[in-house]
């Protein structure tokens, strides 16, 4: 069968054909020359129809249960006439390729409803190829309609700092009952939380699990204001049971409200626009150079690692050279 051209994909997801929407971001994952060019295309079609839908990151510990909430979250809203697209930022899972059926089978229901698309993890290269795919394929997301994308990252490493720079509010999970030392979460995440939600606040957990919310609302004093302006809740809730869900869906409409009026939506993702420019532009240069001349980023490379250049002495003498060839 012959692969569907750009301008095909573009069309049939337009249309909300998922399996052609589900092949143009197998092709923006893929890194093989020929498919970037295609994917290139397809983006620039579907760009006018990107920056409509509310984006949101979902971040916190394996296990807090990111998964079974945005199966509760996704129905919720789905419900309220929302369609819900589901993205998977995860490292950590590449090596067994567990996830996807972890995934899949945490939101069951969501994954079968026709206003739903679920992605699994990427299966893919670096962080920064998955972080920028995944950016690619919330335009495509948004161009097959989608009005709200939601994006589980675990709690590890850059994944946060990549998902918190491509999303418009961040929603980071917390266990009930493991208040101490603020759960090892660290203070650059509790920095870039928009809304807070002590999980598992059920069974024995409920009482637990509302100390752990005054715990962290405390604790969020001591942090500088949102950039945003706005105060930070922190709410409990049950993915489980389903308690809480309504609040917390509230809670972020009630976000997209306040960032949509007082115009910071839009400044901050003219923001983010910009960090990806300059991420791509480093990336794009520093692939470009390392194809191009192998021989003379080698050659910079030894006279830094034998002491005789320092790095940026050793760069500058090379972009000198490469440039006025
Ligand atoms: N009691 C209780 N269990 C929950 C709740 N939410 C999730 N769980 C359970 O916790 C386990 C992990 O849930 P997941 O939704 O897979 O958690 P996750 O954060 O997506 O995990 P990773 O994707 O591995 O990082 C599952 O067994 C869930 O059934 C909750 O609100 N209450
Ligand atoms: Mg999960």
């Not at 069968?1 to 909300?16: D, I, S, V």
């Not at 399996?19 to 760009?47: D, G, M, N, P, Y």
């Not at 989608?146 to 850059?158: A, C, F, N, S």
């Not at 918190?164 to 759960?183: I, R, Y």
Request: glycine share 8%; with cysteine.
């Amino acid at each position: 069968m012959p692969k569907p051209q750009p301008n095909e994909l573009f069309t049939a997801l337009r249309a909300g054909d998922t399996v052609a929407l589900s092949r143009a971001i197998t092709l923006v994952e893929s890194s093989r020359a020929e498919h970037r060019k295609q994917a290139e295309v397809l983006l620039q079609l579907c760009l006018p129809y990107a920056g409509r839908s509310f984006r949101i990151g979902i971040t916190g510990v394996p296990g807090v249960g990111k998964s079974t909430l945005i199966e509760q979250l996704g129905l919720l809203a789905i419900a309220k006439d929302h369609s819900v697209a589901v993205l998977a930022v995860d490292p950590s899972s590449r090596k067994t390729g567990g996830s996807i059926l972890g995934d899949k089978t945490r939101m069951e229901k969501l994954s079968v409803h026709p206003r739903a698309f679920i992605r699994p993890s990427a299966a893919g290269t670096t962080l920064g190829g998955v972080a920028g795919s995944t950016r690619e394929a919330i335009i495509l997301l948004e161009a097959a309609g989608y009005d709200l994308i939601l994006v589980e990252t675990v709690g590890v490493g850059q994944s946060e700092t990549a998902v918190h720079s491509m999303t418009d509010l961040f929603l980071l999970l917390l266990l009930s009952g493991a208040g101490d030392e603020l759960q090892g979460i660290k203070r650059g995440i509790m920095e870039m939380a928009d809304i807070v939600a002590v999980n598992k606040a059920d069974g024995d957990n409920v009482i637990r699990a509302d100390q752990t919310r005054m715990d962290f609302k405390r604790a969020l004093h001591l942090f500088p204001p949102p950039a945003s302006g706005w105060t930070v809740p922190v709410l409990t809730c049950s993915a489980l049971t389903g308690t809480g869900m309504e609040h917390l869906l509230e809670q972020i409409m009630d976000y997209r409200t306040f960032v949509n009026s007082n115009g910071f939506l839009e400044r901050n993702r003219s923001r983010q626009l910009q960090y990806w420019f300059h991420e791509s532009l480093q990336q794009q240069l520093m692939n470009q150079l390392t194809e191009r001349f192998p021989d003379d980023v080698e050659a910079a490379s030894q006279a830094v690692l034998e002491g005789r250049e320092l790095p940026s002495a050793a760069i500058a003498a090379l972009l000198n050279r490469l440039f006025s060839r």
